[in-house]
């Protein structure tokens, strides 16, 4: 193969740019891809991630929702509308999604009074894939509005098989009466 492998794999790790990664992936029926949109569901501002599996892609997704404050994310398979929600928190006073970015996963975090009337968080045990629809009012009374979703994910305990440190938040839109 032509290149070192350094080559081949920095090539492969760029960043996502204004083609939206390689051409074989975007043409894939089955490709996973988180999109921002502007608040009128016109334009898309960014494809924030592009992956051929599921578990990369939600992984992609619960970050997303994280650095992308008050954006609207779109999650797709193909064409097919997955999810859809304005993510948790303020978007930048002036609106722009480079003052957005944040180095890195550490510190950023979705803290309980960001999450509006249209959310609901649910909680995911790892170990035995359990999960529950909770009460935000109820999280919010036990640990502070101010408290953030890595501090709560720290002090729950599945029920069902006693897990600790298994159970992740995830934040998806309240179901329509």
């Known amino acids: ?7 081949r794999a ?15 992936i975007r043409n894939m029926p089955h490709a996973y891809t988180i ?3 502007d608040e009128n569901e016109v334009e898309i501002l960014e494809t924030i991630s592009i992956a051929t599996d599921v578990k990369v892609s939600d992984a992609a997704w ?5 650095v992308r404050p008050g954006f609207l994310l779109i999650h797709k398979n193909g ?3 997955m999810e859809k929600l304005i993510a948790p928190g ?14 890195g996963l550490a510190g950023v975090d979705i803290m309980l009074s960001e999450l509006r009337e249209w959310h609901q968080v649910v909680a995911i045990c ?27 994910e720290k002090r729950l305990v599945c029920r069902r098989c006693g897990g600790r440190d298994t159970v992740r938040l995830r934040v998806v839109n309240a179901p329509r009466d």
């Open 35 to 37: 999109e921002v949109w």
């Open 126 to 152: 790892s170990a035995c894939v359990r999960n529950a629809a909770l009460n935000i009012d109820g999280l919010r009374r036990q640990f502070g509005g101010n408290a953030f979703f890595g501090d709560v």
């Open 10 to 24: 920095a090539k492969f790790l760029s960043p996502i740019d204004e083609a939206v990664g390689p051409e074989h």
């Open 1 to 7: 193969m032509p290149g070192s492998a350094a080559t």
């Open 90 to 103: 303020n978007r930048p006073a002036d609106g722009q999604l480079a003052r957005s970015y944040v180095k």
């Open 79 to 81: 064409d097919r509308v």
């Open 62 to 66: 619960c970050a997303a929702a994280r």
